[in-house]
């Protein structure tokens, strides 16, 4: 059905054009705390002794079977032998216990039966409609463990839909790979008999911008597919490999009169750099964008042509005033070195900056950033967001760099910015870099940066970004 695939499909480009911020964070977080969370998952911080571990397992009482899974827990990084009880409890009926299971056994390192057993655990989540974080755990550390990676790539080739349709959606989220991942997904691209999946795989793989002329030819191939997603997807996938300058497939001309708007616009922003004017370009992909047929995928081409798009920033601004913020920040791109379309793109944010909807805030935030200094006449609406109170659905990531891209007028917000830190427990890496670019104006955050650097160790990824803050507030 063409509704049940459009509702994966938008889920699929969603977190790609959404950067998936949040969501990373909340699961780097949760592993951070994880030893203090899993005394409150556990209800209590005592437990049985070694000896009494496997009998309690055992136990009828979901209260000595939390603390049992608790003291696994925290055995796991160190001791080896708590794999096997907690392989044991993984599948428990309790979802504290299990949530307990797939933490203790993402501290494991060296035993491939962890992956395994995750793996299914996540497969069981999905078919019975249950929680276990075993799908974030995967993901993440996929990233950097190839044992995690191998057993993702693996459920790729499985007979199973469920098993295939598992691995894209974790390949989706996966980070630092971007060689491998287009590798892995070839198989689903070329042979898969969902279109569904086949539709995805190219929409991931297109994501990720590769030019491997093997991944080329099957997306290339994927174009005269009788499945308009497919088509759709592997248009643009194509599409966003290429350049003005180095297209990534001259095939992409035959389809510019594609029966679908959505492979149209694909077809021409992919051929830009073929002797297809920009007026016809943005045209196309504005009627994509009017018809819905790619969506997010025209907006974001738009922005990427910035100014040669300037032909579409009435129907942009338009679309601000009466449909959502979505086109802000596309609209904020074309707008550049444009006073007038500036002040117009500056007055939309600031509408969309008091929304009580998180995500047109983001998206607004965005744009602010965007424009730079010429969004300082936003200053006032950002630093009333930093004093929002912590039980808002609302993501400052974006709110925080539009800061540091206003540059020194934002430093009137240096002890919002830092009290924003301290409520939310989160944002010092956006903080830092925007108190850089900020400049001296920000010298209020001096002590919290010296502070910071001086807790930190040698090896620290941030400890590089903060040096650099501090040298640039110093004026050194």
Same mark, same amino acid.
């Given at each position: ?370 424009? #730079? %200094? $010429?969004?300082?006449? /936003?200053? &006032?609406? =950002?630093?009333? *967001? !930093?004093?929002?109170?912590? +039980?808002? @659905? ?44 900020? #400049? %001296? $104006?920000?010298?209020? /955050?001096? &002590?919290? =940066?010296?502070? *910071? !650097?001086?807790?930190?160790? +040698?090896? @620290? ?16």
């Amino acid at each position: 059905m063409p509704g049940e695939h459009t509702a994966r499909f938008t889920g699929t480009i969603a977190r790609m054009y959404s950067k998936a911020t949040s969501l990373r964070f909340s699961v780097t977080f949760i592993l951070l705390l994880t030893p203090f969370l899993a005394p409150a998952l556990a209800g209590d911080d005592s437990g049985p002794d070694s000896k009494e571990l496997w009998r309690d397992l055992e136990s009828d009482d979901v209260a000595v079977v939390r603390r049992c899974a608790q003291l696994l827990f925290e055995r796991a990084r160190e001791d080896p032998s708590v794999v096997d009880p907690l392989l044991r409890v993984v599948n428990h009926e309790d979802e504290k216990v299990r949530r307990l299971a797939v933490l203790g056994l993402s501290r494991v390192d060296g035993d491939d039966r962890v992956w395994t057993a995750l793996v299914t655990r996540a497969l069981r989540d999905r078919r019975e409609e249950k929680t276990s974080g075993a799908q974030s755990i995967l993901w993440y550390r996929a990233e950097t463990n190839d044992a995690a990676f191998q057993a993702i790539v693996d459920l790729t080739k499985s007979r199973k839909k469920l098993e295939r349709s598992l691995a894209v959606n974790l390949l989706s989220y996966i980070e630092g790979r971007d060689r491998e991942i287009p590798e892995a997904l070839l198989g689903i691209l070329e042979q898969d008999d969902d279109p569904g999946l086949r539709a995805d795989a190219a929409a991931r793989i297109g994501s990720l911008r590769t030019r491997d002329p093997k991944i080329l030819r099957a997306l290339e191939t994927a174009l005269d597919s009788e499945d308009m997603f497919i088509r759709l997807e592997a248009a643009w996938a194509l599409a966003r490999a290429g350049s003005a300058k180095k297209p990534a497939s001259k095939k992409l001309l035959r389809f510019l009169d594609d029966e679908d708007s959505g492979v149209r616009a694909a077809a021409a922003f992919g051929s830009r750099g073929m002797g297809v004017e920009l007026e016809r370009v943005t045209s196309a992909l504005v009627k994509a964008i009017e018809e819905a047929t790619a969506f997010i995928y025209s907006f974001d081409a738009l922005a990427a042509l910035g100014a040669g798009a300037r032909s579409a920033a009435l129907f942009l601004v338009e679309y601000a005033e009466n449909e959502g913020g979505v086109s802000l920040p596309p609209l904020a791109h074309v707008a550049v070195g444009d006073r007038k379309l500036e002040r117009k793109t500056v007055e939309l944010a600031r509408k969309y900056l008091r929304s009580e909807e998180g995500g047109e805030v983001s998206r607004a935030a965005e744009a602010i950033a965007v424009l #730079g %200094p $010429a969004g300082v006449a /936003a200053l &006032p609406d =950002l630093r009333k *967001l !930093l004093r929002e109170p912590v +039980e808002r @659905d609302l993501s400052l990531y974006e709110v925080m760099r539009a800061l540091g891209a206003i540059g020194a007028p934002a430093g009137v917000a240096t002890e919002e910015m830092l009290a924003a830190v301290e409520a939310h427990c989160s944002y010092e890496e956006e903080v830092i870099q925007a108190l850089g670019q900020i #400049g %001296p $104006a920000a010298a209020k /955050a001096i &002590p919290w =940066l010296e502070e *910071l !650097l001086g807790s930190c160790d +040698e090896d @620290d990824p941030w400890r590089e970004l903060m040096q650099e803050a501090l040298r640039r507030i110093k004026g050194e």
